[in-house]
């Protein structure tokens, strides 16, 4: 099944070896469906998420919440997540 909309996040390790510290970023793939979204590790059905949130903490980086049965779950984006929210929004109200 081909998601409808996607959202691109970042996951970032802080790496420490001998004498340099340095920071890992990884890009992932947050995906809606007509009945649920799933993440690099975790797969919500619809029903269980109450809501997505949104607020911006940098001028390059932001927090986008997902608001589940499971409790709220941070992902950091470096986009504005707005699209892939309103389309959250009018396929959720539907379910």
């Known amino acids: 099944m081909k998601p409808i909309t996607t959202q691109v996040c970042i996951e970032v390790e ?17 995906e809606l469906f007509n009945d649920k979204i799933r993440s690099r590790d975790k ?33 950091l984006v470096k986009t ?5 929210i309103d389309t959250f929004r009018k396929v959720k109200q539907f379910y």
């Open 43 to 75: 797969e919500f059905l619809l029903e269980h998420v109450f809501d997505i949130s949104y607020r911006q903490a940098t001028e390059k980086i932001g927090f986008l919440y997902l608001h589940t049965n499971q409790g709220v779950l941070p992902h």
């Open 14 to 30: 802080q790496k420490i070896e001998y004498t340099k510290k340095y920071t890992v970023e990884r890009n992932f793939d947050m």
């Open 80 to 84: 504005n997540p707005t699209p892939f």
